[in-house]
C-alpha cells in the first residue's frame, strides 16, 4: 500500500516536502548516502551532498526520479551538509530553498531558481541575508504573499539565536532547561521570492488551557524542528517535530503568521530518530509525508519517504486515516562519536 512503502527504494530519502505544481505531486527530500561517521548530537552523520526531486501523477503510481538537480559543489558558499529542502512556485518561476553549512561551519538558508518544477536549479552566489539555522519550509498564501518558516534545534543551531545574535558557546549546547521553549522562526518574503522583506520573528506556539507558550521542559509537545504550514478550511496549520520525542505535533492559527494553539499529534514515533514531515492536498486528499528508517534496517542515517492519508474531524483536527502501527520512540540522546 502507498502509505506504508517508500515511494523509491534505489537510494535512500528523507525529510519530504512535497508540492502539486502543473496537476502533478512533486516530492523535494533531502539525499541520505552512506558514511562512516558515527551518531552524534550534531547530525554529522547526515551527510547529504544533493538533492534529486521526485514526481507522480498518483500516490502509489510510479514515481520519476528526475535525478541531481543541485548539488553542494555547485554552491559557491557552501561547505557541507544539504539538509531538509522546500520548493515554491512563483512569478512563472520554481524556487529550492535549501540548508547547508557555510565556510565557516554556521548553517545559512539559500535558494535557488528553476524554469521547471523538477529544476535543474541554480543556486543564488550567497544565503539569504539574516536566515540562520535549518529545515526552510515555505508558504505561499492565497493573496500571493509567501512566508518562510525555519529552525532545528541542537545540530541545527537554533539554541545559538536564544537572543537573537548568534552566540558560539551554545553550538554544543540543547536547548533551554526552563522558560518558554526555542520557537520556529518565520520571515515574509520578497516578491522576487529571495530575500526576506520582513524581520524574522518567532512561531508562537501556545497551550490550549492556558494561552501561555509551551514550556521548554515540554518535550512532548515543544518545537523542535521540521517546520510545515498548511492551510484547510480557512485556518492555518503549524506542524513541526518534537524532536527527541519524535512526534509530529501541530498547532492551528488565524494568520500564517501565528499564534498558533497546540492541536495535537499527527504521528507517533517512526523506525530511526528523526520524524520530518510534509502535508499536502492531491486530487481531493490529503496526504502526509514523512520518513523513517526500514529501508535501511534500522539505520538512522539512511532513511526512506513514506506516504500515509490524513483526513479531518468535525473540528478540523487531523488524524491518520488507517491506523498507526505501535513504535517504540528511541532513547533521547543520541551516543557521541
Known amino acids: 500500500m502507498a502509505d506504508k512503502q517508500p515511494i523509491v527504494e534505489h537510494l535512500y530519502t528523507a525529510d519530504p516536502s512535497a508540492h502539486v505544481f502543473n496537476n502533478r505531486l512533486y516530492v523535494y527530500p533531502s539525499h541520505d548516502r552512506e558514511t562512516d561517521i558515527k551518531d552524534n548530537d ?12 521526485f514526481s507522480m501523477d498518483e500516490v502509489g503510481g510510479p514515481v520519476t526520479d528526475h535525478g541531481v538537480v543541485l548539488k553542494a559543489d555547485d554552491i559557491p558558499w ?22 547547508a553549512r557555510d565556510k565557516h561551519d554556521i548553517f545559512r538558508i ?16 550567497e544565503p539569504i541575508q539574516g536566515s540562520f539555522s535549518i529545515d526552510p519550509a515555505s508558504f505561499v498564501d492565497d493573496d500571493g504573499q509567501a512566508y ?22 551554545q553550538l554544543g549546547a540543547n536547548e533551554p532547561s526552563s522558560g518558554p521553549a526555542l520557537s520556529a522562526k518565520v ?31 515540554d518535550h512532548a509537545r515543544r518545537f523542535f524542528e521540521a517546520a510545515w504550514l498548511h492551510k484547510y478550511n480557512g485556518k492555518y496549520y503549524f506542524s513541526y517535530s518534537t524532536g527527541d520525542t519524535h512526534f509530529l505535533a501541530y498547532g492551528i492559527g488565524d494568520s500564517p ?7 495535537g499529534r499527527i504521528l507517533d514515533p517512526v523506525i530511526g530518530w528523526t520524524t520530518h514531515h510534509s502535508i499536502a492536498e492531491f486530487k481531493g486528499k490529503w496526504w502526509l509525508f514523512y520518513h523513517d528508517a526500514t529501508l535501511s534496517g534500522g539505520r538512522n542515517h539512511l532513511r526512506c519517504v513514506k506516504i500515509r492519508e490524513i483526513v479531518y474531524d468535525d473540528q478540523g483536527k487531523i488524524l491518520l486515516k488507517d491506523p498507526q502501527p505501535t513504535v517504540e520512540a528511541p532513547p533521547a540522546k543520541l551516543e557521541e562519536a
Open 42 to 53: 550534531k547530525g554529522d552523520q547526515y551527510d547529504m551532498a544533493d538533492y534529486h526531486v
Open 78 to 99: 557552501v561547505s557541507k551538509q544539504l539538509w531538509a529542502p522546500d520548493a515554491a512556485a512563483k512569478n512563472g518561476k520554481y524556487y529550492l530553498y535549501f540548508p
Open 187 to 217: 520571515a515574509k518574503l520578497t516578491p522576487d521570492m529571495l530575500s526576506f522583506a520582513s524581520a524574522v520573528t518567532d512561531v508562537q506556539l501556545l497551550d490550549a488551557e492556558t494561552a501561555q507558550p509551551i514550556a521548554a521542559t
Open 148 to 169: 518562510l518558516y525555519f529552525g532545528g534545534l541542537w545540530g541545527g543551531q537554533l539554541q545559538c539565536y536564544a537572543n537573537t545574535e548568534f552566540d558560539a558557546s
Open 110 to 125: 539559500g535558494v535557488a531558481v528553476g524554469d521547471t518544477p523538477e529544476g535543474p536549479f541554480k543556486p543564488e552566489p
Open 257 to 263: 503568521l501565528g499564534p498558533f494553539t497546540y492541536a
